[in-house]
């Protein structure tokens, strides 16, 4: 099958890959090369790579809705479109191109989470599953018709990042037996449920400072949620704290302030939330490199501070 793959990130890349190792006829579209790194150079989405490395054509817009992006799609006269993490809204003229239309990997159990950072906020939010949802690609945010759901777990202590990995190659498997559907005519569409649709915002660095008026399962749930990015930090005296992790444990030292520390090298590090002591157990001072707690605290000692 002649197949336009939209996608833009390493999300997209085992979606992208299977495509190509099951022999189909591809093309990737895909967003602009952007600066990158502390010195802005120039760096290829990573689907752009991969598609060059396999020679895959590849084809790039700012935005595919525009004559430029329609026309290339026309040109390329896909029987199919895939969208996987593609940063961009199609048109009604793009959806129009391809013969069986569009279908997305989504990161979430539709209709809850839509938009740009599901698996962040699933984490961020105390959710225990997730999963894929591939889905016929509308005009709406992630609003088109369920085609195939796959459920994940997710575990207590289970980061944004790790999650993003077993999604990612979720995604490729739920993918492959969706595109195999409707190969084979069995392919159903069940419309969403409006009455139950989430919608997520993008994240952005402001997310991940830490309110510790939350419970300790909700600051953890946080710094979860926002590892690797835009990653969970507080105030110690007037300075970020990078937060990379957090255990929650049984330790009481009974009431304290919100933001207290209490600890040293040997015992670890706790701080006050609203209802208990949470275990700070990988930090990161500005300037400094990331280290875990009982190192960070050898010759630095917090009793006593307040993280705000």
């Known amino acids: 099958m002649k197949i336009a793959f939209l996608g833009t990130p390493e999300f997209a890349l085992p979606s992208l890959d299977m495509l190509y190792q099951s022999g189909h006829d591809l093309g990737v579209f895909t967003q602009p090369d952007r600066p990158f790194g502390r010195h802005a150079t120039l760096t290829p989405p990573p689907t752009k790579a991969y598609a060059l490395e396999h020679g895959i054509p590849v084809f790039q817009f700012e935005k595919i809705r525009l004559p430029e992006g329609v026309e290339a799609l026309k040109a390329f006269a896909p029987d199919l479109m895939v969208t996987a993490a593609f940063g961009q809204i199609l048109s009604a003229e793009n959806l129009a191109i391809p013969k069986y239309g569009c279908i997305n990997v989504h990161g979430s159990l539709l209709p809850k989470y839509r938009g740009a950072a599901p698996i962040q906020w699933v984490i961020i939010n105390g959710e225990t599953e997730t999963g894929i949802t591939t889905m016929m690609t509308d005009v709406g945010m992630d609003t088109g018709d369920i085609l195939l759901v796959d459920r994940v777990a997710i ?37 969403q449920d409006e009455s139950q649709a989430t919608k997520c915002p993008m994240l952005k660095k402001e997310h991940g400072k830490i309110d510790f008026n939350k419970t300790a399962r909700e600051v953890h749930n946080l710094v979860r949620g926002t590892n690797p990015w835009p990653g969970a930090y507080a105030l110690l005296d007037g ?5 990379h992790a957090t255990l929650l444990n049984e330790r009481d030292f009974g009431s304290a302030q919100q933001g207290v520390l209490k600890g040293d090298a040997k015992s670890g590090l706790f701080v006050r939330c609203a209802d208990v002591w949470l275990e700070l157990t990988e930090l990161q001072a500005s300037g400094s490199k990331r280290m875990n707690a009982k190192d960070f605290l050898k010759g630095r000692p917090l009793e006593g501070k307040i993280l705000a």
């Not at 979720?170 to 005519?185: H, P, V, W």
């Not at 300075?239 to 937060?243: A, D, H, M, R, S």
């Open 239 to 243: 300075e970020p704290l990078k937060i």
């Open 155 to 191: 575990s207590e202590n289970e980061t944004a990042g790790e999650l993003f990995e077993r999604l990612s190659a979720l995604g490729a498997e739920t993918l492959k037996r969706t595109i195999a559907a409707l190969e084979a005519g069995a392919l159903e569409r069940i419309p």
